[in-house]
């Protein structure tokens, strides 16, 4: 605007307007520039007199303001611009100065001599460009509300759209929680709904397979606790059948069969707590640092009157001394029911040769008889709860069939391994293998 104004005087001097103010060239372009810039043009010549005010109130009128009388005195360095804030006014004041050497140029040259002819005031109104600011900022505001009431209903609508399958799943798996099916629930077209609907499946299966075998182990139990039960009441009945005429031998015979289905039945239960012991989350093992030879030379000593009775000789071969951090009386139980089954699956004048060796991490006993052996399609199944090869042949020898489940469960606990070997007629070898130091649970 400064410029504007400049420009402005400097075309006053040259059409010596200070003289003659009443050139329509000049006249014109006064009014032009104050109407463009919406305010209120004033000249006044060196007496400060108003000679041209484009509202007309102040023609012919002086001014005696601060500015313009420093403005007149200073020339081209007394350029006033300043902005009144209070009333919203730029108030511009502009010497109209002539320079006497170069007469008739546009360009106000300082170096030269002065003379300051009058000055140009030019006050402009900030109402209307406040006023446009103002409707400005209402329409940016109302499209902002606008713009953020449209985001929130896309991003509503895709929410609902996103949380639909997320629903679905979840009624699937109400379903499914309250028992009314237990099929696999639909896998829908969402990756990420994809993924746990896939992942929900899964364990769905794998709790089938877990409630199966529960189903199967609850009606192997039920089946093998009542056989000696059935027995027993088999056995009363006849007893009472007979009358008191029965001789007394016969009652000795009967009494003494009810006793073994008692034990047996005891046993049954017994082992039955002993693998629930070990088949519990976090199973304790009491270890501490145990001589594996001394504990098999004890299990040997125990089972050695019952291998005598049928002429079955028990060797132990040690072919170094180990010392292992186990727990003693799991790690007796697996050898005392593996070296019991060499005895018990044995021919009459068998044998049974139990060897021990370790290496720097692992101590391993094999536990080989001369016995029936076990057919090959059977040996994957012989640690499986109440799996026996010939049931009948089993109970007749006090077999319950949890001996190795319960023997691979507390190999298992010290992170071992369980193995079998066996050839139908000739001898079954068990090898376990168990670290020297239990190594931490991660
Ligand atoms: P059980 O109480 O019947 O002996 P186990 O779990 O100890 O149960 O063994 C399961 C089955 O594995 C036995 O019934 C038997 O058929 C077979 N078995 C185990 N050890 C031997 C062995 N040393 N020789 C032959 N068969 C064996």
Avoid: W
Wanted: net charge negative.
């Amino acid at each position: 605007m400064t410029t504007q104004v400049r420009l402005l005087a400097n075309r006053l001097i040259k059409y010596n307007y200070m003289q003659d103010p009443d050139d329509p060239v000049i006249n014109a372009e006064i009014d032009y520039l104050s109407n463009f810039n919406n305010g209120r043009l004033l000249v006044v010549n060196d007496d400060l007199m108003v000679i041209k005010d484009t509202y007309g109130k102040s023609l012919g009128k002086t001014i005696v303001s601060e500015e313009t009388i420093t403005c007149l005195k200073e020339g081209t360095k007394g350029t006033y611009a300043y902005f009144d804030k209070q009333n919203g006014l730029i108030e511009l004041v502009v010497p109209v100065v002539e320079d006497k050497q170069s007469e008739g140029s546009d360009v106000v040259d300082t170096d030269k001599i002065e003379v300051v002819r009058g000055a140009v005031m030019l006050s402009i109104s900030m109402d209307p460009i406040h006023r446009s600011l103002i409707k400005l900022s209402r329409q940016i505001a109302v499209y902002e509300g606008l713009i953020i009431i449209t985001i929130l209903i896309i991003a509503l609508m895709l929410a609902h759209k996103l949380m639909k399958p997320f629903d679905k799943i979840t009624a699937d798996i109400n379903e499914v929680k309250a028992g009314y099916t237990e099929d696999s629930i639909e896998i829908p077209k969402l990756t990420e709904a994809r993924h746990i609907a896939i992942a929900f499946n899964s364990l769905l299966r794998r709790m089938k397979v877990l409630d199966d075998s529960r189903q199967e182990f609850v009606s192997n139990v039920s089946h093998e606790l009542r056989t000696p039960i059935t027995s027993m009441k088999v056995l009363a009945d006849s007893l009472l059948s007979m009358g008191e005429e029965a001789p007394v031998e016969i009652y000795r015979d009967f009494m003494e069969d009810i006793g073994k289905e008692v034990d047996r039945e005891n046993k049954i239960i017994g082992d039955l707590l002993t693998l629930v012991k070990l088949d519990k989350k976090n199973p304790e093992l009491e270890v501490k640092s145990v001589d594996i030879e001394a504990l098999i030379e004890g299990v040997l000593k125990r089972i050695k009157p019952i291998a005598m009775q049928r002429d079955i000789e028990l060797i132990f071969e040690s072919k170094r001394s180990v010392t292992a951090e186990i727990d003693e009386v799991k790690i007796s139980q697996v050898m005392t029911n593996l070296v019991e089954n060499a005895v018990k699956y044995n021919k009459d004048g068998g044998s049974v040769k139990v060897v021990l060796d370790a290496d720097h991490q692992n101590f391993t006993v094999k536990v080989m008889d001369t016995g029936v052996g076990i057919p090959e399609d059977a040996l994957e199944h012989v640690f499986e709860r109440f799996y026996r090869v010939d049931k009948s042949r089993s109970r007749e020898i006090g077999g319950t069939g949890l001996g190795l489940a319960i023997a691979r469960s507390a190999v298992l606990m010290h992170r071992g391994t369980i193995d079998v070997d066996s050839k139908l007629g000739v001898g079954t070898t068990f090898t376990v293998k168990i670290p020297l130091i239990l190594a931490a649970e991660k």
